[in-house]
């Protein structure tokens, strides 16, 4: 697209599709997760951190990955790898272990450097929390009243079939 005719779609007020000249001077996280609370555990089965472009050279994915601008507190046992050039994942060595009802911070710093020598301005960080609770391995179908209920007393229901 020449520079005329990108001026002439900017007149109209129509976004341009691409950005002509300048690219962002600054490196950034586009997404990363999990975040929140999570309801299972086998959420965290990866961690992601998308970057806006390229961290590795295209046929030079690193098969070991140090990347100590990234940091996850508590820490996690695990292991860190490249999809494609610009997603970074950890993956927790079991993330089944993991303790329940607890708060994780995760932090990409500025130390994070593209391939082009462009660098986060500010540390982008991010948290989960795992679930509070093991899931429960059985539920209760019926019940029926205690054999001792009066009119006016039923201490609680018992239990007949669980699922």
Not at 77 to 101: C, E, M, Q, V
Request: some cysteine; overall charge positive.
């Amino acid at each position: 697209m020449t520079l005329g005719r990108a001026m002439a779609w900017a007149a109209l007020g129509l976004a341009l599709p691409v950005v002509l000249g300048a690219a962002s001077p600054e490196l950034q996280v586009l997404r990363a997760g999990p975040v929140g609370e999570i309801s299972k555990l086998e959420e965290v089965n990866e961690i992601r951190v998308v970057f806006s472009e390229p961290m590795v050279p295209l046929g030079r994915i690193p098969e070991t990955v140090s990347a100590p601008f990234f940091t996850i507190k508590p820490e996690i046992p695990g292991r860190l790898r490249w999809s494609g050039t610009n997603t970074l994942i950890f993956t927790p060595s079991d993330p089944a272990k993991l303790p329940y009802a607890t708060r994780y911070q995760v932090t990409v710093g500025e130390g994070a450097t593209s391939v082009a020598g462009r660098r986060l301005a500010r540390p982008y960080a991010f948290s989960f929390t795992t679930p509070d609770r093991t899931p429960v391995a059985h539920r209760l179908v019926s019940a029926r009243p205690a054999l001792r209920c009066t009119r006016r007393h039923c201490p609680a229901l018992q239990p007949t079939r669980y699922a």
